[in-house]
Nanobody, 122 residues
Framework: QVQLAESGGGLVRPGGSLRLSCVAS???????????MRWYKERDLIASISSDG??HYADSVKGRFSISRDNAKNAMFLEMSSLKPEDSAVYYC??????????????????WGQGTQVTISS
């Protein structure tokens, strides 16, 4: 079973910054490869990054948010700046993961984290 865990949310004043993290781990077996990784604001896709580092952003966050990843650590990040009250939401990470079970079987999954709350308020 592959798990994703987000962290870094919190309460920030308008104009402030936050850095969200998402780390993938395998409860059993191991992770063979992570392809595309994504950040969602609630159910809206806001940023994605491929395994080669190619990024895409929703217009609502372009120029303010930056997505990155550390393949060695199975991690993805979202640098959020110039935050606005309308950015307040639960943010989820999502990834296409190829894992190896203990029996050697490869399993592909599209895994989700539990979400982290971001609140922008003065």
């Amino acid at each position: 079973q592959v798990q994703l865990a987000e962290s870094g949310g919190g309460l920030v004043r308008p104009g402030g910054s936050l850095r969200l993290s998402c780390v993938a781990s395998a409860a059993s077996g191991s992770i063979s490869r992570i392809d595309d990784m994504r950040w969602y604001k609630e159910r809206d896709l806001i940023a994605s990054i491929s395994s080669d580092g190619t990024t895409h952003y929703a217009d609502s966050v372009k120029g303010r948010f930056s997505i990155s990843r550390d393949n060695a650590k199975n991690a993805m990040f979202l640098e959020m700046s110039s935050l606005k009250p309308e950015d307040s939401a639960v943010y989820y990470c999502n990834a296409d993961i190829l894992a190896i079970k203990d029996n050697g079987e490869y399993v592909a999954s599209k895994s989700w984290g539990q979400g982290t709350q971001v609140t922008i308020s003065s």
